[in-house]
């Protein structure tokens, strides 16, 4: 079974940054669509940024131009910059492994158990 370990979350204030982590057991990483989800108190999981095996990102609308998704296949390690955080984004956020190079089908793969980001003053 695959395992993902999320860090790097935590308390920031508005305008500033984080940067998420999260480390993969499996070797196949590299061939696998990474993605991270968030969820919101009260509000369903949604898809915040993924990645596929080949490095093709899509966001969602309210993050563009201040996240940004890459991957270190080398590490196994899938990275979420975050930058000019708002009150909004605060969620806890999911890592997932997608079953397939590509992240059409990335909901259906394997989740992490989440780091909490919080953005208040």
């Known amino acids: 079974q695959v395992q993902l370990v999320e860090s790097g979350g935590g308390n920031v204030q508005p305008g500033g940054s984080l940067r998420l982590s999260c480390a993969a057991s499996?070797?196949?990483?590299?061939?696998?669509?990474m993605g991270w989800y968030r969820q919101a108190p009260g509000k369903q999981r949604k898809l915040v940024a993924a990645?596929?095996?080949?490095?093709?990102?899509t966001y969602t609308d309210v993050v563009k131009g201040r996240f940004t998704i890459s991957r270190d296949n080398a590490k196994n390690t899938v990275y979420l910059q975050m930058n000019s955080l708002k009150p909004e984004d605060t969620a806890v956020y999911y890592c997932?492994?997608?079953?397939?190079?590509?992240?059409?089908?990335?909901?259906?793969?394997?989740w992490g158990q989440g780091t909490q980001v919080t953005v208040s003053s």
């Open positions: 499996e070797s196949i990483f590299s061939i696998r669509a």
């Open positions: 990645i596929t095996s080949g490095g093709t990102t």
């Open positions: 997932i492994m997608g079953p397939y190079s590509d992240y059409h089908t990335l909901e259906f793969g394997s």
